[in-house]
C-alpha cells in the first residue's frame, strides 16, 4: 500500500480514536434535573424521528441519482481519448464513489446528530454550576461532529483508492 493511503487510514483511524473518547467524555456527563431529562426526551424524540426522516429520503434519492449517473456515464457521455478506462467501467466507478460517498455522509450526520442531541442536556445541566464547564461540554459535543465528516471524508475517499490498487489499478 502507498505511504499516503497509510497516511491517510492513520489519520481516520487517529480521528476515529479521539471522535470514540470525547464520545465518552461528554456520555459521562450529568443530565441534570427529572424535569430537564423530560424536557430532553421529547427533544430527542423529535430530532430522531426527523433523523430516521432524513435518512430514508437520503437513502431513496441517493439510489435514485446512483442510477442517473450510472445511465449518464454508461450511455450519454462521449468518450474522449483522455479517459482512463471504457465508458462502463467508468459509470461503475463513479456510481460506486457516490454511492460510498453518500454513505459516509449518512453515518457522519447520524454520528454527529446522536451526540448533539445527547450533549445538549448535559451543557444545559452544567451550565446551572459553572460556564467553562458548559462551554466544554458543548465544544466537544461538537468536535465529534467535525472528526466525524473528516474520518469518514478519508475513509470514502482512501477506500476508493484502496479498492482501485487492489483491483490492479495503478495510480500516481
Known amino acids: 500500500m502507498k505511504p499516503a493511503l497509510i ?3 492513520g489519520i481516520s483511524a487517529i480521528a476515529l480514536v479521539v471522535a470514540g473518547w470525547l464520545i465518552q467524555w461528554v456520555m459521562g456527563k450529568d443530565t441534570g434535573t427529572k424535569e ?3 424536557i430532553s426526551d ?3 424524540s423529535g430530532a430522531e424521528a426527523f433523523l430516521r426522516r432524513q435518512n430514508k429520503t437520503i437513502i431513496g434519492l441517493a439510489a435514485l441519482f446512483a442510477v442517473v449517473i450510472f ?3 454508461a450511455f ?4 474522449n481519448e483522455h479517459d482512463p478506462a471504457a465508458p462502463m467501467v467508468l459509470a461503475i466507478w463513479t456510481t460506486l464513489s457516490f454511492v460510498m460517498g453518500a454513505a459516509c455522509s449518512v453515518i457522519a450526520g447520524y454520528i454527529g446528530m446522536w451526540v448533539s442531541i445527547r450533549s445538549n442536556i448535559r451543557t444545559a445541566a452544567a451550565a446551572r454550576h459553572s ?3 458548559a462551554l466544554q461540554i458543548a465544544l466537544r459535543g461538537g468536535a465529534v461532529s467535525g472528526l466525524f465528516v473528516t474520518a469518514m471524508s478519508l475513509l470514502g475517499v482512501g477506500g476508493l483508492f484502496a479498492l482501485l490498487k487492489v483491483l490492479g489499478y495503478d495510480f500516481a
Not at 450519454?76 to 468518450?79: A, D, G, K, Y
Open 7 to 9: 497516511l491517510v487510514f
Open 76 to 79: 450519454v457521455r462521449q468518450h
Open 131 to 133: 460556564l467553562n464547564d
Open 36 to 38: 430537564m431529562q423530560r
Open 71 to 73: 445511465v449518464l456515464y
Open 42 to 44: 421529547a427533544i430527542k
